[in-house]
């Protein structure tokens, strides 16, 4: 019975792009296949993000509530259009939460650093973000789909 559901699921997963690491592999994270320009654009906001939460530790550090909001508010989730609609498809839905999540975040990361100019919540906010890269890192891995 553990079986067929485990069978199930990843029948499913398989259908919407993603599928379980090979079980021959230590890697458990789930793959997510794309072509060789979405793993780049998926790629290319990655490193977007942890340029984006240096700038925003260096605001907080320097006393720059200003610098922390502009840095965030440009990942938030106006950052997050432009993407094609085959990737939006490729990607799982609970990804795609998490990234929305993520983007949710900056922006209220923004708004507060305006309102409040707290360098102490700044920071705190900068850690709870956080552990939605930790998490979806924990889930997934891009590989190339085969053409
Ligand atoms: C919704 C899921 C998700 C979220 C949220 C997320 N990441 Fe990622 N990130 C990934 C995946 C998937 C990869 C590719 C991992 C792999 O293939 O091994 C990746 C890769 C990266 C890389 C490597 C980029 C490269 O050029 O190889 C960096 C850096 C990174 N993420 C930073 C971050 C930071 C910082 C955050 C939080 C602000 C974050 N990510 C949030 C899913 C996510």
């Given amino acids: 019975m553990k079986q067929l559901k485990l069978m199930i699921i990843s029948v499913l997963l398989t259908l919407t792009g993603v599928t379980t690491a090979?079980?021959?592999?230590?890697?458990?994270r789930q793959t997510i296949h794309l072509d060789d320009e979405e793993?780049?654009?998926?790629?290319?906001e990655m490193r977007t993000f942890l340029s984006t939460i240096q700038?925003?530790?260096?605001?907080?550090?320097?006393e720059d509530l200003g610098k922390v909001s502009s840095a965030a508010k440009a990942?938030?989730?106006?950052?997050?259009g432009g993407?094609?609609?085959?990737?939006?498809?490729?990607l799982p839905f609970d990804f795609k939460l998490l990234a929305a999540d993520t983007h949710?975040?900056?922006?209220?990361?923004?708004?507060?650093?305006?309102?409040?100019?707290?360098?102490?919540?700044?920071?705190?906010?900068?850690?709870?973000l956080m552990q939605n890269c930790v998490a979806c890192h924990a889930l997934y891995r891009i590989e190339l789909e085969d053409d």
Avoid at 39 to 44: A, D, H
Avoid at 56 to 62: M, Y
Avoid at 75 to 80: C, E, F, I, Q, T
Wanted: no cysteine; net charge negative.
């Fill in 22 to 28: 090979d079980s021959d592999s230590v890697d458990k």
């Fill in 83 to 90: 993407v094609p609609l085959s990737l939006i498809f490729k």
């Fill in 75 to 80: 990942m938030g989730n106006d950052a997050s």
């Fill in 39 to 44: 793993r780049n654009i998926v790629l290319t």
């Fill in 104 to 128: 949710q975040k900056f922006d209220q990361i923004a708004l507060d650093a305006d309102s409040l100019a707290d360098r102490d919540h700044a920071l705190e906010q900068v850690a709870v």
């Fill in 55 to 62: 700038q925003i530790t260096q605001g907080i550090v320097n």
